[in-house]
Each structure stands twice: as structure tokens, then as C-alpha cells.
């Protein structure tokens, strides 16, 4: 069974404490964007899925437990909150994407006629539990798919050999990953030589790097 990286529930966040492992299996409390982004930059979380998955609900957890009162301060809020997750670990390009998506979503939200500030709170929140949901379901389809790939495209009755890098473990995602099955040797970080990369796995399916941009833009 995979370690989960992520305990949520509305109101209440906990990480696992990476910097423990594997010694220990200890769950930090999280309980505002000040402790998410100290456990970013001390790296208790790590991977960039999980960083923005982290980040984000320590946004949702203040702003359930102390919301703003005025559509200002909340746009406000917000917008410096991302500002330091961001800066919290500026490598990790979920973070940022996140920071944007989130800003500009607000944005649009805000402009809507007679909204209050308590459902641009809540929108927020659930802007941002759906951020898990969907790092756990994106998970699942890129294993998917890759297992039922890997098996369709070769012929080893004795099995396969699968390396495997960057974040795809639980830990580096919001508890789930998307390479299992995690006999695991990791001799290193490393890029991939492009001419040695034949099919790229993705939520949307499987494709040759030619294929990446169209198949992509197809499956949004």
C-alpha cells in the first residue's frame, strides 16, 4: 500500500514529514499558508505535484478557518498567499501554474454580478480540493495507460524492466503516483536522451513525440 503524501479534509491539512522517512511515518498539521509554505521550502513535501496540491489546500484550510470579510481583501489575500508558496520553492512549475490558474480564476469570478465574498471564499476552497481530485485521477490514467501500453507493445513472457523518474511515486504526488509496482532501485536524477524516447504517457493517452502537441490539444 502507497504512503499518502496528503491528509485533507475541509478545514484540516496534514503532510507526511518526508525528511522522517523512512524511519518514521509522521503527519504534520498544516494550518495556513505560513506552515504550507515552511513545509515547501524545508522540503517535507516534495515533487512538484504535491508541492502545488500542498500549497494550495493551505490556502483552502486558512480561508475556511479565518475567511475574509471584504472582496478586496480576499482577492488580495490570495494573490500574496501564491506569491509565497511560489517562493517557497520557485523550481517547482506546479506551484506557479497553480498561483496562475487560481489568480485568474478569481479574477473572473469576482467580476460576476451580485456575488458576495463568501462564495468567492467557498469557489476558492473548491477550486482547490479539486486540485487533488484531479492529481489522483490523472495519476490513475497515466499508470493506466502505461501498464496497458507497455503490455500491448512488447513480447516478454518473463516480464519487463521499467525505469522510472521524477515524480512518479505517491510521495511526490497527492498520495497515489503514477508509475506502481513502486522493486525499486533510483540510481539518479537524470533527463532522458530525446532520441531514445519512443512513446511519452500522459492522462490523454499514449503518444509518440510527434504526436504530443496534437494529441494533447485533443484531449482537453
Known sequence: MSLESVRYRRGSLQVLNQLLLPQSSQYDSVSGVREGADAIRTMKVRGAPAIAIVGSLSLAVELTSNPPQQTAELLTFVRESMERL???????????RAADELNAFLSREAEKPGVTVQELTDRVVQWAESLLEKDVRDNRLIGDLGAQHILQTTNAPAGVVILTHCNTGSLATAGYGTALGIGVWNPAFDVTPHELITGIITEHGVFRPEELRDGLSQGK
Request: hydrophobic share 45%.
Open 86 to 96: 511560489v517562493g517557497a520553492r520557485p523550481t517547482a512549475v506546479n506551484m506557479k
